[in-house]
């Protein structure tokens, strides 16, 4: 219900302030994850990074595109599998699920720790590799759909000025 209400509140601010007025809304209520993406990644991080996402969607026409036509489940979990989330592109709309309590994910990232899902998905291709190789992110499914999410994250970031 919080969700949708949000939705219907926020989305005309791009239509009346134009998509500038939206980033500078999102760059504003997303202080927190600006910190999280040029500091020390810690346990906040995903949580924040799929709040700043659902708020840019929400706020800002052109980082809506990035959704339109496209459906995906994402499943993000820590090594332990104490900490899950996931996050579910539908009718060009995200919901975010913070328990993580979705079993048909098109992809599952499973990493070693916050930093290492931060560079993973904030990396260039070369990087992306090396996360995979030395075994500190792993990924379960349609690689592409992963490609997809860390375009869409490294845009995110750049439209809070971090990266």
Same mark, same amino acid.
């Given at each position: 219900m919080r969700a949708k209400l949000k939705r219907?509140?926020?989305r005309p601010i791009p239509y009346l302030f134009s998509d500038a007025g939206g980033n500078f809304i999102t760059k504003l209520w997303s202080k927190r994850l600006r910190e999280e993406l040029?500091?020390?990644?810690? @346990? /906040?991080?995903?949580?924040l990074l799929l709040a700043g996402m659902d708020l840019a969607f929400a706020l800002s026409k052109g980082?809506?595109?990035?959704?339109?036509?496209?459906?995906?489940?994402?499943?993000?979990?820590?090594? @332990? /599998?104490?900490?899950?989330?996931?996050?579910i592109f539908k009718d060009g709309d995200m919901h975010v699920d913070p328990e993580g309590a979705i079993d048909d994910w098109d992809v599952r990232v499973t990493f070693k720790d916050w930093k290492a899902l931060r560079d993973f998905l904030f990396s260039g291709d070369q990087d992306i590799l090396d996360s995979l190789l030395e075994n500190k992110v792993e990924v379960?499914?349609?690689p592409n759909y992963i490609f997809k999410y860390g375009f869409m994250a490294r845009d995110l970031g750049r439209r809070?000025?971090?990266?």
């Open positions: 219907v509140l926020l040029g500091g020390t990644a810690t @346990d /906040k991080f995903l949580d980082y809506r595109k990035n959704i339109r036509d496209f459906e995906g489940r994402y499943l993000f979990r820590s090594a @332990d /599998k104490r900490v899950a989330s996931a996050a379960d499914g349609n809070l000025g971090v990266g």
